[in-house]
């Protein structure tokens, strides 16, 4: 664990609702020692079991990347006590400065169960793994990689409460090659409140944007 936590290159800074400012989630980088340069190729295991909700094939920004989803009902009360759950929105938050098209709502998503989403980002490889597939804690999901908006190496984990079942064909923003179906789901997923982000190191007991 005390590896772990010195893996920690950018933590958990989340922006106001509705800002796509950074910081959603970790990053975790293989650095040198005792350069503490950032490497590529270290293998990426699943967190959590859980259902491919996604996988993203080298779009901007998120490169290479893999969504993961796993239903509150499956977590232990050790973790959902350390995930100190939001309550469910009762309604979308609209962008504050980014252009996205009509937010891809499920029509029951009030209804639904709720779910924890896994984002794992700038993976080197596309995912060997199929959406609607399951992986297993601690399967191999890839290697930490700089694909996307990524400066140098390291894996972008990211993590969010939100309806569950659903799917995420692709997301992409920034980049005028990304379709309006694209960048729907990035902002579903990014600023419409209906996602709501945590920080993911909470989930090991070790959160990474406490003081």
Same mark, same amino acid.
């Given at each position: *664990?005390?590896?772990?936590? %010195?893996?920690?290159? #950018?933590?958990?800074?989340?922006?106001?609702?509705?800002?796509?400012?950074?910081?959603? !989630?970790? $990053?975790?980088?293989? /650095?040198?020692?005792?350069?503490? +340069?950032?490497?590529?190729?270290?293998?990426?295991?699943?967190?959590?079991? !859980?259902?491919?909700? @996604?996988? +993203?094939?080298?779009? /901007?920004?998120? @490169?290479?990347?893999? +969504?993961? %989803? =796993?239903?509150?009902?499956?977590? $232990?009360?050790?973790?959902?006590?350390?995930? #100190?759950?939001? %309550?469910?929105?009762?309604?979308?938050?609209?962008?504050?400065?980014?252009?996205?098209?009509?937010?891809?709502?499920? %029509?029951?998503?009030?209804?639904?169960?709720?779910?924890?989403?896994?984002?794992?980002?700038?993976?080197?490889?596309?995912?060997?793994? =199929?959406? @609607?597939?399951?992986?297993?804690? !601690?399967?191999?999901?890839?290697?930490?990689?700089?694909? @996307?908006?990524?400066?140098?190496?390291?894996?972008?984990?990211?993590?969010?409460?939100?309806?569950?079942?659903? #799917?995420?064909?692709?997301?992409?923003?920034? $980049?005028?090659?990304?379709? #309006?179906?694209?960048?729907?789901?990035?902002?579903?997923?990014?600023?419409?409140?209906?996602?709501?982000? *945590?920080?993911?190191?909470?989930?090991? $007991?070790?959160?990474?944007?406490?003081?």
């Amino acid at each position: *664990m005390t590896r772990l936590t %010195e893996q920690i290159s #950018n933590p958990y800074k989340p922006p106001p609702p509705g800002s796509d400012d950074p910081h959603f !989630g970790v $990053d975790l980088a293989d /650095f040198s020692q005792p350069e503490r +340069i950032a490497r590529s190729g270290m293998a990426v295991q699943a967190v959590l079991s !859980g259902r491919v909700a @996604g996988v +993203i094939v080298n779009r /901007f920004p998120y @490169g290479n990347a893999l +969504i993961v %989803e =796993t239903p509150l009902s499956d977590l $232990d009360e050790q973790v959902l006590a350390r995930l #100190n759950l939001p %309550e469910a929105p009762e309604d979308v938050v609209q962008p504050l400065a980014l252009t996205c098209p009509p937010y891809p709502l499920p %029509e029951d998503w009030q209804s639904r169960p709720r779910s924890l989403y896994l984002l794992y980002a700038h993976l080197q490889d596309v995912p060997a793994v =199929t959406p @609607g597939g399951m992986v297993e804690c !601690g399967q191999v999901i890839g290697a930490v990689g700089d694909s @996307g908006n990524a400066l140098a190496p390291h894996l972008h984990l990211e993590a969010r409460i939100g309806p569950a079942d659903v #799917n995420f064909p692709s997301m992409a923003h920034y $980049d005028p090659s990304a379709t #309006n179906e694209e960048m729907a789901a990035y902002c579903l997923w990014r600023v419409s409140g209906l996602f709501q982000s *945590m920080d993911a190191m909470c989930l090991l $007991d070790k959160c990474s944007s406490a003081p």
